[in-house]
């Protein structure tokens, strides 16, 4: 590393330059999309209706990867937010964006994945569902300030072979009776 190549990098990296090869990361650990609201959602269908927005969006994503890099989630989750907090700092009431106890989410595996993007709203909206009980407020009713929905823990998507093997492997442990092997 000579005193030449210590200035170029110096000077370089004073400006922001890197030139060293952009590696891509070829496999995603999950895709997701969210929606802010401002005013927030207030109606039980408004929500629905977004959501089904956003499973568009996420299944479409999800389409692209099963087919490039056979790949698909196991896990999908809904979170909602139910807006700002309002706390009081040296005698000023400030907005914490999120504040404590402003989010929610529910999640499940995700066996509806075959069922298409139809499937897929079907089962955000199913786990949406008691989460608009912790957005409704007594005294000022449902209240969504965003919408999130992520499926995760992507993993390969197996081939019919490897089915084949696991279904067999399955069948004769249950006919052995359990001997330890399995």
């Given at each position: 590393?000579?005193a030449?190549?210590?200035?170029?990098?110096?000077?370089?990296a004073?400006?922001?330059?890197?030139?060293?090869?952009?590696?891509?990361k070829?496999?995603?650990?999950?895709?997701?999309?969210?929606?802010?609201?401002?005013?927030?959602?207030?109606?039980?269908?408004?929500?629905?209706?977004?959501?089904?927005l956003?499973?568009?969006?996420?299944?479409?994503?999800?389409?692209s990867?099963?087919?490039?890099?056979?790949?698909?989630?196991?896990?999908?989750?809904?979170?909602?937010?139910?807006?700002?907090?309002?706390?009081?700092?040296?005698?000023?009431?400030?907005?914490?964006?999120?504040?404590?106890n402003?989010?929610?989410?529910?999640?499940?595996?995700?066996?509806?994945?075959?069922?298409?993007?139809?499937?897929?709203?079907?089962?955000?909206?199913?786990?949406?569902?008691?989460?608009?009980?912790?957005?409704?407020?007594?005294?000022?009713?449902?209240?969504?300030?965003?919408?999130?929905?992520?499926?995760?823990?992507?993993?390969?998507?197996?081939?019919?072979?490897?089915?084949?093997?696991?279904?067999?492997?399955?069948?004769?442990?249950?006919?052995?009776?359990?001997?330890?092997?399995?």
């Amino acid at each position: 590393f000579g005193a030449g190549e210590f200035a170029q990098t110096s000077y370089d990296a004073c400006r922001g330059i890197c030139r060293k090869e952009v590696k891509q990361k070829v496999l995603m650990d999950s895709v997701g999309n969210s929606k802010t609201f401002n005013p927030p959602l207030k109606i039980k269908e408004d929500v629905h209706k977004y959501l089904g927005l956003l499973s568009v969006e996420v299944f479409t994503r999800l389409e692209s990867i099963s087919t490039k890099h056979k790949r698909r989630p196991a896990k999908i989750n809904v979170t909602i937010s139910r807006g700002k907090e309002l706390m009081k700092r040296k005698g000023i009431e400030v907005s914490v964006a999120g504040g404590k106890n402003n989010v929610a989410s529910k999640s499940t595996a995700m066996s509806q994945w075959e069922k298409g993007q139809a499937g897929l709203a079907k089962l955000a909206i199913t786990l949406v569902e008691p989460l608009l009980e912790f957005a409704t407020f007594k005294d000022n009713g449902l209240t969504v300030t965003s919408i999130g929905l992520i499926a995760s823990e992507l993993e390969p998507v197996p081939n019919q072979a490897s089915m084949i093997t696991g279904y067999l492997k399955k069948k004769n442990c249950s006919t052995v009776g359990g001997a330890g092997e399995c």
